[in-house]
Structure formats: structure tokens, C-alpha cells
């Protein structure tokens, strides 16, 4: 038998440049031919526990672009757990397909036995795409899944939480830079009404705030506008409005040159992940514009401090008191962007990476 030479593609280069780019301890390609289930779990950091982060399942253009965002996203649950002093690790996993269409009770029970084939170093949870019946579902896989519904113990929808910390966040901010925490009389523009941007607009429309809002979901802006009274914003021209604070709460990477261009707010505070297109150009270009950002992975991490709570046992008067420690978190964060003459995603990464580094000491002494 001749000797025969084994290529290795780009496209596998690739994934482990993007790998050691992220830093990430583990991938797993999850194919299911007679369900048509097509994920990827991401395992990026477990130093400070297991990785929990939701599934999200999302039409994506190409599996790059899939795996792109499943990478970001689990970094992100890195920095998030590791920011709000919970003892998690970081993780995500995407599905792809359209949620509406290719979702069905034998492709989410598939994912649960993968779930279950990494023993615990992987949490799953809801996320965009996905739902509480959803984990429903996996729970009768794996156990290692939380966000099941209050009937069956869990902490249910955990997207008020969400909202509730980034309206901390929010106010942290507006305390920063006005000297005062009130949104009252304040100019607010929500991209993104799904869940966790209608909870958001409740909170502002109830601190007295004039709330501007666009999606794509003409259902959603009808009750925002019936409930809340909220102006209906087309589109992109979201990014042209002149008011105190632009609240991304949709899908991430918003904030680049041109978007950034655009805005005329004194703070970005908002739900979505991964805001920043490219943190290290992104971050400083914000900063140079003057306006005040808010580290998305840090005000956006009340709904994984409430799975998280979920985890050790559901109570939730207990995530709510957590999450309300966001708002001296963006406090600290924003002294230490100032201190130290960095960006505040920069300021937000470093002490997050600081909390996994001292961890990895201790447990490395005797």
C-alpha cells in the first residue's frame, strides 16, 4: 500500500487560529442526520467552574459566521461570570436553522444528549431562538440545564433580570456622568423590543423616561407603543437620534465605524452581546467621541446570575440582590477606565481576566 499525504484544509486552520485567537479549551460540532440537528457547543473557559451559557438557535449565512458567533458569545460568558463573582465558566452553543421552522421536540432532545456526552463541564440554558419548553425538552436528556420553567422548580423566563440589570447599569452610568441615577426626563433609544427589550422600556417608562424604540417586529412596537406610549423609530434611523442614552438590545456587532459615526448619546447601555464590532477599534472610538459605554457583558449578566441562582438552588429575591451589584460593578469599572487612561471594555476585560488569573493561582498552590 502506497503512503498517502493527509491535507489539512484552510478551513481547519482556521478553526484553530480561531481558537487560539479566543483562548477556548474545547469545540464540539454536534451532527444529527434523521433530526437535522446541525450545532456547535463552545467551551471556552472553565478555571472558575463549568460553562453556562444559553443555545441559541439562529438562521445563520454560513457555518463561519455560526462559528464566529458561538465563539464570541462563550468568551463573553467568560467575562460575564467571572465580572459578576459567580463560580461558572464560560460557554455557548448555536444551533442552526430557523427556529420557526426546523425546531422540533426530537432536534432539541438530540442536542440534550450532547449536552450530556460532556458530563457537566457544559451548562446549557434558553437564549435567542430558543425556550423554557425548550429546556423542557433537554432536561429529559442531561441534567445540566437550568432555565426550566417555575413549574418545575427553575427560575422560569429569566429575561426581567436581564432588563433589570441593564437598567442598573444604565443608571450607574447616568449617575457618572450627571452626578444623579434618575432616568426621569431622560431621552432613551431601545433597539430591540423581544423580551428582554419590552422589559427594559417597563423599567424606563416607570423611572419617567421619553423612550424611542425600533425592531423588526411590527407586533412588538404596537405594544410598546399601546403599553408604554413609546415612539416607533424605523430601522437604522435609530442611530440618528439625538437623545441621553442608545440602549442596543438586539443582535451584536452595532457598534462600528459607521453606526458609531452616527450616534449622537451621551451612553451605550444596552442588552445585546458582543456590541462592540471590534473591541480594541471600537472601544477606544467611543471614548474618543465622548460618549460613556457600558461594558455589555457586565450589564447585561442578570439573566445568567439568575440560572445561575437556578443552579444552586432557585430563589429569586437572591438574583435580584445580585444583579443589583451591577450598578457598583459599571461604578467601579468606569473608575478604573479613568484611573488607568483605558477604554472601559478594556477596563471590564482586564478585571475579569484578573478574578480568572487569581483563581488559577490558587488552585495551582497547596
Not at 79 to 92: E, F, P, Q, V
Not at 284 to 302: C, E, Q, R, S, T
Request: aromatic share 6%; proline share 2%.
Amino acid at each position: 500500500m502506497s503512503d498517502t499525504i493527509q491535507t489539512t484544509t484552510t478551513t481547519e486552520l482556521d478553526m484553530f487560529a480561531k481558537l487560539e485567537k479566543y483562548d477556548h479549551e474545547q469545540v464540539m460540532i454536534c451532527n444529527d442526520n434523521r433530526t437535522g440537528l446541525k450545532a456547535i457547543i463552545a467551551i471556552h473557559n472553565t478555571i472558575l467552574g463549568p460553562g453556562l451559557g444559553g443555545t441559541r438557535m439562529w438562521s445563520y449565512k454560513t457555518e463561519e459566521d455560526a462559528v464566529h458567533d458561538v465563539l464570541r458569545l462563550s468568551r463573553g460568558m467568560s467575562y460575564k461570570a467571572a465580572i459578576s463573582g459567580l463560580n461558572l465558566g464560560g460557554a455557548k452553543a448555536v444551533i442552526i436553522g430557523d427556529p420557526k421552522t426546523k425546531k422540533s421536540e426530537a432536534l432539541i432532545r438530540k442536542f440534550g444528549r450532547f449536552v450530556e456526552n460532556l458530563g457537566g463541564k457544559y451548562i446549557t440554558a434558553e437564549d435567542v431562538g430558543t425556550t423554557t419548553v425548550d429546556m423542557e425538552y433537554v432536561s429529559m436528556e442531561t441534567k445540566h440545564v437550568v432555565g426550566l420553567p417555575e413549574s418545575r422548580g427553575g427560575g422560569g423566563d429569566p429575561s426581567p433580570v436581564t432588563a433589570y440589570g441593564v437598567y442598573m447599569g444604565m443608571k450607574a452610568s447616568a449617575k457618572k456622568l450627571w452626578g444623579n441615577d434618575s432616568l426621569g426626563g431622560k431621552t432613551v433609544a431601545v433597539q430591540g423590543v423581544g423580551k428582554v427589550g419590552m422589559n427594559l422600556v417597563k423599567l424606563l417608562h416607570n423611572d419617567g423616561a421619553k423612550i424611542y424604540v425600533s425592531d423588526i417586529n411590527d407586533d412588538a412596537l404596537q405594544l410598546c407603543y399601546k403599553e408604554f406610549g413609546t415612539i416607533v423609530v424605523d430601522g437604522n434611523d435609530i442611530f440618528d437620534l439625538d437623545v441621553d442614552v442608545f440602549a442596543p438590545c438586539a443582535l451584536g456587532a452595532v457598534l462600528n465605524t459607521v453606526n458609531i459615526n452616527r450616534l449622537k448619546c451621551a451612553i451605550v447601555a444596552g442588552a445585546a452581546n458582543n456590541q462592540l464590532e471590534h473591541e480594541q477599534q471600537h472601544g477606544p472610538m467611543l471614548a474618543d467621541k465622548g460618549i460613556l459605554y457600558a461594558p455589555d457583558f457586565l450589564i447585561n449578566a442578570g439573566g445568567l446570575i439568575n440560572v445561575y441562582s437556578e443552579y444552586t438552588g432557585y430563589h429569586r429575591d437572591n438574583a435580584i440582590r445580585d444583579t443589583e451589584k451591577i450598578y457598583q460593578t459599571t461604578l467601579a469599572i468606569y473608575k478604573k477606565s479613568q484611573d488607568e487612561g483605558i477604554h472601559t471594555q478594556q477596563a471590564a476585560v482586564e478585571m475579569a481576566e484578573k478574578r480568572i488569573h487569581d483563581i488559577l493561582m490558587l488552585r495551582a498552590t497547596v
